[in-house]
């Protein structure tokens, strides 16, 4: 079926006073078509690069692939784990990862558990204390003198705590908290449980959906993040995946300008470096995009 | 003591702090850490601002205070900086771009994406757009020079069409659209979840009584679902708009290269560059408050105007 025949026929559909179930058919049909070359064109970039990186450097020169390998071979992914401690670099990043969503969580939960109840004095206060920081920041280079000033330059703790917890998410945090219903509190506190008892075993395990999807956020800003390695880490020893990537990718660009052909690193290996940094999203993202996308949700309600 | 539920206890009576407290001191005690963090890493670099009407000297140990005023000089010199101009400019293009291309792109995906029965397609659209989104800018930029570049794929796909190779990473107007590109790559997901959700939350029985009418799928379309959820619409937008100039970091910096800085250079790499690469921390400081302050500014006006228009704040 050609576009312009559907075309006139949606038209056809569009003027007629009652929708038929054939024309009703048919405009299903070409939506979910275009939904699927959509969803399609969506993902070609990232099957390149992994098609490129399966492929032979003959093809590749040839102009050969597009979003097939051709020339199957592995050498590339060999040749990108040798180089610069991939592998090393990759637990590394993990750990910071792990590390890093820990510390926020446990410091988002800290903040919001407290600022739920609804009769806590200076809550308020403490509430608008938090939130301006949204609105006043104070810039790239007062932050970075400000780092400076607690000798965390070239230090893990500058991609640690700095950015320990975020506003926006513990506002999240809050109004997950607000949704349990107080007479839990007042039964543990008649039991004699203290406020952190009560955190831990009452408000934690009630919230657990809000603080998976918030932890995986985190996670996942961390190990994106690169604007703190770029501001305050200049020892290569510290670089997550990402920064490693970067310097791979900064050859490619200069040679990609210059139009030449002769490039420092292969182009399969950068494409293999660029698959093996994008492999661990790409294995959790099936099984934790519900989260994800309730996150969005998440957002879309803060109160 | 400590059982006492808060509300029972009433702060006239005499020694009410000290109750209040003896119940309730663990509560103040949790925040003590992220409050201390607050005051450290978000309001105490905001002292650091007067390092835009100061002389920064490197060496000699003097702390920030002890340098030399210099009044509004650094500012002056951003004004009659032609490369801060351009900067500032490239910021709000690059800006403008994204809301003009970026912004209609998910609604219109999500409207129609909203008429579709299956909820196969529907789920595996939505999965396949989000994904990127969990992509860091470096990977992008990796991404983009493997389909935009003199040996990527389109080039490949016009070259065996017999084609010239088209310059898109290096020619500056086909650069602006690249960028323009993958931030709609990365980020059309996102909104797109937003939107699928209000249109989730419409009531079905206001179409259905427009179908029974007899109305067509663009009528029921153009005067029921956009109206729906055009305060989802309206807010995103006024969000955007308020923060015309500010920019991040990460995508600016990792999708320019050396041939294209006279457009993809902007305020946040702007600061980069001429601040913690080039060590005029007092220059790129007082270019820094410029744009936070304007921004404030912005983000001021878009909450009063969202306000007026009947939609609840941004803030």
């Known amino acids: ?303 | 003591m400590s059982s006492k539920p808060l509300r029972e206890i009433t702060p006239k009576r005499k020694g009410w702090l000290k109750q209040y407290l003896s119940a309730t001191w663990q509560l103040y005690a949790m925040m003590l850490i992220p409050i201390i963090y607050i005051i450290c890493f978000k309001y105490k670099p905001m002292l650091g601002i007067v390092m835009a009407f100061k002389k920064y000297t490197p060496f000699g140990g003097r702390s920030m205070w002890e340098m030399n005023w210099v009044g509004f000089q650094w500012f002056k010199e951003a004004f009659n900086d032609s490369l801060f101009w351009k900067a500032l400019a490239n910021t709000l293009i690059l800006n403008l771009g994204d809301l003009v291309f970026g912004f209609p792109f998910p609604i219109i995906l999500a409207i129609f994406l909203n008429e579709l029965r299956s909820d196969k397609i529907r789920k595996a659209t939505q999965l396949s757009l989000y994904l990127p989104n969990f992509l860091s800018w470096v990977i992008i930029s990796g991404i983009t020079s493997q389909i935009f570049a003199a040996s990527g794929l389109l080039n490949n796909i016009i070259a065996s069409l017999g084609g010239q190779a088209v310059p898109f990473l290096s020619n500056t107007i086909w650069w602006r659209f690249v960028y323009w590109m993958m931030g709609i790559w990365q980020s059309a997901g996102y909104s797109l979840i937003i939107y699928l959700a209000a249109l989730m939350s419409n009531d079905p029985s206001l179409s259905e009584a427009a179908y029974i009418d007899g109305a067509t799928r663009m009528q029921r379309i153009w005067h029921i679902t956009v109206p729906q959820i055009m305060p989802t619409i309206s807010t995103l937008l006024i969000m955007q708009v308020g923060k015309v100039v500010s920019i991040s970091f990460d995508r600016p910096f990792m999708m320019r290269n050396a041939l294209v800085t006279d457009v993809a250079q902007v305020i946040s790499t702007f600061v980069y560059d001429k601040g913690l690469k080039g060590g005029r921390f007092d220059y790129a400081a007082a270019v820094g408050l410029f744009q936070s302050a304007v921004g404030i500014v912005l983000i001021l006006i878009a909450n009063k105007a969202s306000k007026k228009m009947g939609q609840e704040g941004i803030i």
């Open chain 1, 1 to 303: 079926m050609s576009m312009t025949n559907i075309a006139s026929k949606r038209k056809n559909q569009d003027t007629g006073t009652q929708l038929n179930n054939a024309a009703e058919k048919r405009y299903q049909f070409f939506w979910s078509f275009f939904f699927i070359l959509v969803s399609i064109i969506a993902i070609i970039p990232i099957l390149r690069v992994i098609s490129i990186s399966f492929s032979s450097k003959d093809a590749i020169l040839k102009g050969e692939v597009f979003v097939w390998p051709v020339g199957f071979n592995t050498d590339a992914y060999t040749k990108a784990l040798k180089t610069g401690n991939f592998i090393q670099t990759m637990f590394y990043s993990i750990e910071l990862m792990l590390a890093s969503a820990g510390i926020n969580m446990c410091m988002t939960i800290l903040m919001a558990f407290p600022l739920a109840r609804r009769n806590l004095r200076l809550g308020s206060v403490i509430m608008t204390f938090c939130v301006l920081t949204m609105y006043l920041n104070p810039g790239t280079i007062p932050n970075f003198l400000n780092v400076r000033d607690f000798n965390l330059i070239n230090t893990v703790w500058a991609l640690l705590i700095p950015g320990a917890m975020s506003v926006y998410n513990m506002i999240i945090m809050r109004t997950a908290f607000r949704a349990i219903d107080d007479s839990l509190y007042e039964a543990a506190r008649i039991e004699g449980c203290s406020e952190f008892r009560i955190m831990w075993q009452i408000a934690v395990p009630l919230t657990v959906p809000t603080i998976a999807t918030l932890a995986l956020f985190y996670a996942v800003s961390r190990w994106n993040g690169i604007e703190d390695q770029i501001y305050y880490i200049n020892s290569s020893n510290l670089y997550t995946v990402q920064m490693t990537l970067k310097q791979m990718i900064e050859s490619i660009a200069i040679s990609a300008e210059e139009g030449s052909t002769t490039q420092m690193t292969p182009e399969n290996v950068k494409a293999a470096s660029i698959t093996l940094s994008m492999l661990p999203m790409l294995i959790v993202y099936p099984f934790v995009q519900r989260f994800f996308t309730q996150g969005v949700m998440l957002g879309a309600v803060k109160g």
